[in-house]
């Protein structure tokens, strides 16, 4: 599990790297502290969610098989029809960084 978790983590900050880069596209320059208040917006990135969720509960190792399973539900394959696969794939159509976390992580589950 702990292999599946750093997977996950590297995951998850590429994903926070294409949408910091795109971000400071047009806005200039962030803060850490900056880019970390503009994420934690429920309305604009509230997508991101299910996976940031996802990857805090694997610290309760009481559900291991459980996230999983989680983990196979929300990426394999993304679900178009939610927000969080109509963003992960539309990310992944433009970041080939983000095919190779997403394949090692797919390799995993």
């Given at each position: 599990m702990d292999e599946l978790r750093s997977?996950?983590?590297?995951?998850?900050?590429a994903l926070l790297g294409v949408e910091r880069?795109?971000?400071?596209?047009v806005h200039?320059?962030?803060?850490?502290?900056?880019?970390?208040?503009i994420v934690s917006d429920?309305?604009?990135?509230?997508?991101l969610k299910p996976f940031s969720s996802l990857i805090l509960a694997f610290d309760d190792e009481e559900h291991e098989g459980d996230l999983r399973e989680d983990a196979r539900e929300l990426l394999l394959p993304?679900?178009?029809d939610t927000p969080f696969g109509r963003r992960y794939l539309s990310l992944m159509?433009?970041?080939p960084a983000l095919v190779v976390e997403h394949r090692n992580v797919t390799r995993l589950l």
């Open positions: 997977a996950l983590l590297a995951l998850h900050k880069r795109q971000l400071e596209r200039g320059r962030l803060s850490s502290a900056e880019f970390l208040q429920p309305i604009r990135y509230g997508w993304p679900k178009g159509q433009r970041e």
